[in-house]
């Protein structure tokens, strides 16, 4: 099983673009959280997450090959998930609040798209207090705007899975 990230796959409000184009997506008009989507070969379970436009996280389950996946970005917190076996953890990790504090101390603007996002310090702390630790973690929807430590976020999470990656274009890990 793969993952390959796509530099424009990761904002909802971009489905009305793909569906003009004859694309079949999952969409905030046809998933329901909660409601288990069987396909022939996979099993997805979406969950609802908090951010300025609809959006979902997903549970995905590989029938063939018997991995799990969560998929859990544009979010501002973490829903209360069993995520113990977990193969690959695609979860976002949008920017480090000691930045943000350090930026506001020093009166140096940023832009608040931050708010909508998760911190480093919320993955790390919700990973710490759940005693999780998963095969694979991807940390995606990194902030562009210098709001993230790569090798402090390195360090960090690097602790609480077995194989650490940071989500790039064309990146393709194989689980």
């Not at 569906?19 to 905030?28: A, E, N, R, T």
């Not at 919700?126 to 694979?136: A, F």
């Amino acid at each position: 099983m793969s993952f390959s990230h796509s530099p424009h796959s990761d904002h909802s409000k971009s489905i009305n673009d793909f569906l003009k184009f004859g694309y079949d997506v999952f969409s905030p008009q046809n998933v329901q959280v909660g409601k288990l989507i069987k396909l022939k070969n996979w099993q997805i379970l979406p969950m609802q997450l908090s951010h300025n436009v609809k959006c979902y996280g997903f549970l995905i389950h590989s029938i063939i090959e018997n991995k799990n996946i969560a998929y859990i970005t544009d979010t501002t917190f973490i829903p209360n998930l069993n995520l113990t076996n977990i193969d690959l953890l695609i979860i976002e990790c949008n920017y480090d609040q000691d930045i943000v504090n350090k930026c506001e101390k020093e009166n140096i603007i940023v832009n608040m798209g931050y708010k909508n996002h998760l911190s480093l310090q919320q993955l790390e702390g919700y990973l710490k207090n759940k005693g999780i630790k998963v095969k694979n973690l991807v940390a995606y929807h990194l902030s562009n705007s210098g709001l993230i430590d790569i090798p402090k976020m390195t360090n960090t999470l690097s602790q609480y899975c077995e194989k650490f990656y940071i989500s790039k274009p064309n990146t393709v890990i194989l689980i």
